[in-house]
C-alpha cells in the first residue's frame, strides 16, 4: 500500500521539541496494552463460543492521540488563538467515544442528523459543533443555525437556502452560527481515488479552479458580511501530507484575498479538514500531528500568526490505532492445498478490507484459545469470515502462526471506519463493543461502549412489525 508512508518533504524532528510525540516504545507499549486486552477479554466472558466477535477501543491510546493532537498545534499557533479540534463523527460514530475524545477537549464534525444527534448526546455543545454534510436539507440548516452550530455550505445552492432562512421571517435577528463555504482546491488526488476530495471533479465544496469559481466566492463574502469562515478538506487515506499542506495553502491564499477585498478582517477562522493518513502496517504514528503542524507552519506560517482562528476535523488518524476486532476462530480447513481459518469476522466488519483488499490490507494478529499471543512456524493461510460469498477474506495468503479451531485472529487499526460501520450481510450482528484500561493493580478493566445486537433486534429491523405486509396487497391480475 503506497498510502500510507506520505510524509513528502517532512523531516523528523528538525530540533523542534518532540515532547508531544509518542517516545521510543510507544509502539511496544500500543501492542502490549492490546494483547493484555484481548487475554482478559477472553478471561472476563467478552469473547466466548457463544460470542465469537467483538470490538475493543484503547482508552488510554485515545486520550494520548487527543493529547498529541492538542500538543502538535499548540506547539505552533501564536498564544491566545482560537483552535477547535472537531472530531469527524463519522470515523468512529460511537457516543461514548465521542464523550471521551469531548472529555479530552475536543469538539465534533459532523454529516448527518444522525452524527448530530450523535454528538449531541455525548454532549458536545454547539460552540464545538460543525456541520459539514454535502446534502443538508432546509430542516437541517434551520436547526443548526437556530443552535448556533458552525455550518460550511458546500456549494452556491446550498448558500441560496441559507439566505432564504437568514431572510425568512422567523429567523433570529442576530446569526449566532459561523457560516463559512468550503472550497475545493483542486490539487489533486491521492492513492485513493474514493477518498481523494480535492479531484478536479470531486463532488466536494466550490471547484476554485473552475471558470469564474473563484470571482464567485470572493463575491459571495463581499455580499454577505456574516459568512466569517473558509473551509477546506483535501482528502482521507492515501493522500499525502505535501498534498494536504498544498490545498490548506490555497485555501489561505484564498482567506486573504477575500479580506483585503473587504478591507477587514471578514474570514476569521479557518477550517483545515481532516485527512491525516494511518500507517496500517505498523503501531507507528507516521506521519504524526505534529510533523503535519510542523509542515503546515513552514508552508503556510500566516495561518499561525494569530490572525485566524483555526479548526481541524480528524477521524481516523485520532481513532483507527487504538481499535481492534477480536473473533473466534470456528473452523478450519485446507482448500487447493492452502489453510483457510473460518472465523466470525469478516465482510460486516471490515467491509472496504474484504471488497478493496488491495487498497485497505489490515494487519492480523494470531492468539490462541485463552487469548494468549501464538507463536509457532508461519504458514502461509487465508483468514475468513462468516459470510456468504466467495470474497469475504479478512486477509488473503497471511503467514500465520497457524491457526485451530477456537483460537482468536484480530484484525488491527480498526478503530475507524471498521467495527462501527456495520454491513448488515447475512443479517450478521453488529458486535459489541468495549473500552478498556489498565485497572491500577496489573489487570484490564473494559466499560460497554455498545451491545452486542440481538438477534430480534435484527428481525425488528428487517420489517417484522410488517410481516403481512406485502401479502395482504391486492393480487393484481396475472397475465
Ligand atoms: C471524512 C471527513 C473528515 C475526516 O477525515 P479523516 O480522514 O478521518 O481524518 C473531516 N472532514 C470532512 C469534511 C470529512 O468528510
Avoid at 9 to 30: P, Y
Avoid at 160 to 178: F, H, Y
Avoid at 189 to 207: D, N
Avoid at 382 to 406: I, N, S, Y
Wanted: hydrophobic share 45%.
Amino acid at each position: 500500500m503506497d498510502g500510507t508512508g506520505g510524509t513528502d518533504g517532512v523531516d523528523g524532528t528538525d530540533g523542534v521539541d518532540v515532547t508531544d510525540e509518542r517516545g521510543a516504545g510507544a509502539a511496544e507499549a500500543v501492542a502490549a496494552r492490546r494483547d493484555a486486552a484481548v487475554a482478559a477479554a477472553v478471561a472476563q466472558g467478552l469473547l466466548s463460543p457463544d460470542r465469537p466477535l467483538v470490538g475493543l477501543l484503547d482508552v488510554t491510546g485515545i486520550r494520548a492521540s487527543a493529547a498529541a493532537l492538542h500538543a502538535a498545534f499548540a506547539g505552533v499557533v501564536t498564544p491566545g488563538t482560537p483552535v477547535l479540534h472537531a472530531f469527524a463523527v463519522k470515523a468512529t460514530p460511537l457516543v461514548p467515544a465521542v464523550r471521551l475524545l469531548h472529555a479530552e477537549g475536543l469538539g465534533a464534525e459532523v454529516a448527518s442528523p444522525g452524527e448530530l444527534a450523535l454528538a449531541r448526546a455525548a454532549g458536545v455543545p454547539p460552540e464545538a459543533t460543525v456541520l459539514d454534510s454535502p446534502a443538508k436539507t432546509p430542516a437541517e440548516l434551520r436547526e443548526a443555525l437556530a443552535l448556533g452550530i458552525a455550518v460550511n455550505a458546500d456549494n452556491p445552492q446550498e448558500l441560496a437556502r441559507v439566505d432564504a432562512l437568514l431572510a425568512s421571517p422567523g429567523a433570529p435577528a442576530v446569526l449566532r452560527a459561523p457560516v463559512g463555504i468550503r472550497v475545493n482546491p483542486q490539487v489533486g488526488g491521492g492513492s485513493i481515488g474514493a477518498l481523494s476530495t480535492a479531484t478536479a471533479t470531486s463532488k466536494f465544496g466550490v471547484a476554485l479552479r473552475d471558470e469564474g469559481a473563484r470571482a464567485w466566492v470572493v463575491r459571495a463574502y463581499a455580499e454577505r458580511p456574516w459568512l466569517t469562515r473558509l473551509h477546506t478538506h483535501t482528502g482521507s487515506q492515501g493522500i499525502p501530507l505535501a498534498l494536504m499542506v498544498r490545498g490548506v495553502a490555497e485555501t489561505y491564499a484564498l482567506a486573504e484575498e477575500i479580506n483585503a477585498r473587504a478591507g477587514r478582517r471578514q474570514v476569521d477562522t479557518l477550517d483545515i479538514g481532516g485527512g491525516l493518513p494511518v500507517d496500517f502496517s505498523s503501531d507507528t504514528d507516521r506521519p504524526t500531528f505534529a510533523q503535519y503542524a510542523r509542515a503546515l507552519r513552514a508552508a503556510v506560517p500566516g495561518l499561525f500568526d494569530g490572525r485566524y482562528g483555526l479548526v481541524t476535523e480528524f477521524g481516523r488518524s485520532l481513532l483507527a490505532r487504538h481499535g481492534t476486532v477480536v473473533a473466534r476462530v470456528e473452523y478450519t480447513k485446507r482448500a487447493g492445498g492452502r489453510p483457510v481459518a473460518v472465523t466470525h469476522a469478516g465482510v460486516q466488519i471490515a467491509t472496504r478490507t474484504v471488497y478493496a483488499p488491495d487498497a485497505w490490507p489490515l494487519r492480523i494478529a494470531a492468539y490462541d484459545a485463552e487469548g494468549r499471543p501464538k507463536a509457532g512456524p508461519r504458514v502461509v493461510q487465508d483468514v475468513a469470515g462468516p459470510a456468504c460469498f466467495a470474497g469475504d477474506l479478512l486477509a488473503e495468503a497471511r503467514a500465520l502462526p497457524p491457526l485451530e479451531p477456537g483460537d482468536h485472529v484480530a484484525a488491527l487499526d480498526t478503530g475507524a471506519y471498521f467495527f462501527a460501520h456495520h454491513y448488515g450481510y447475512n443479517s450478521l450482528p453488529r458486535p459489541g463493543i468495549h473500552g478498556f484500561a489498565p485497572d491500577g493493580t496489573g489487570g484490564v478493566v473494559f466499560a460497554t461502549v455498545r451491545d452486542a445486537q440481538t438477534v430480534k433486534s435484527i428481525v425488528a429491523e428487517s420489517g417484522g412489525a410488517h410481516a403481512a405486509g406485502l401479502t395482504t396487497l391486492p393480487p393484481g391480475t396475472r397475465r
